[in-house]
């Protein structure tokens, strides 16, 4: 099935205007269940419900609220929120170009393709230029009352706009504690150099499934049919606290398996 836009935008730099469409680069492929009523299986409704009087509270009589540090409520009203929402528009300016990966992982949020918008010469000649120069852009835009900022970027060919997280969402390594123990087993590490090496290999991403789905959807077609199922949980051994037994034990079944 073709990929069907989302949104269109207009990428600016300078005084170059580039016509595009965005195509969501991922989907959810979740299982999604509806929840029923065990004894008659009907459907049934989530409510808002009042927990001092038990009463269903209907979505016109609700007000949003912000709990602060002290516990105290500070309430909203609709209209004041949506004043603080930006203004729409299809402007996806660039600020600067960078060198190509430039930005790391820990800042990517979601992926977009963008596609010819009409001029698919104006398309092009972005697409050759980003593989030209080796550059990555940072744009920011609104998109559905949010504001974006992201990486304008290549990927075999097509131009991406990879939406970033914004500073005070991604955590700085130096929050962590310095790991502590004992000094390094020389022992020890020479057999994680070599179990590393043996593991080496490509990033093949068919090799990867989400495992619960399909054994839901396997579990799915056969009560659709009829058929009785056994199902067997998956079982997690335990982890082995000497470290060089399980080094030892992973080489072993590694060079096995070579």
Known sequence: MAARAMWKGVIRFGEVQVPVKLYSAVQDRSVHFRLLHEKDRSPVKQAMVNPETDEIVPYAETRRAFRTGEGSLVVFDKEELEALEPDSGRDIEVIRFMPSQAIDHRWYDRPYYLGPDGSESLYF???EALEK????GLAR???????????????RGVPMLMSLRHAEQVVPVEALEPPGGKPLDTKELDMARQLIGMLEAEFDPEEYHDEYRERVMELIEA????????????????????????LEASLKKERKRA
């Open 125 to 127: 000649t972005l697409a």
């Open 133 to 136: 120069s080796g550059k990555e």
């Open 141 to 155: 835009w609104i998109m559905r009352k949010k504001r974006y900022v992201g990486a304008l970027r290549l990927h």
């Open 223 to 246: 009560k659709q049919h009829g058929k009785s199922v056994k199902v067997t949980p998956i079982r997690r051994r335990k982890a082995s606290d000497d470290l060089s037994k399980a």
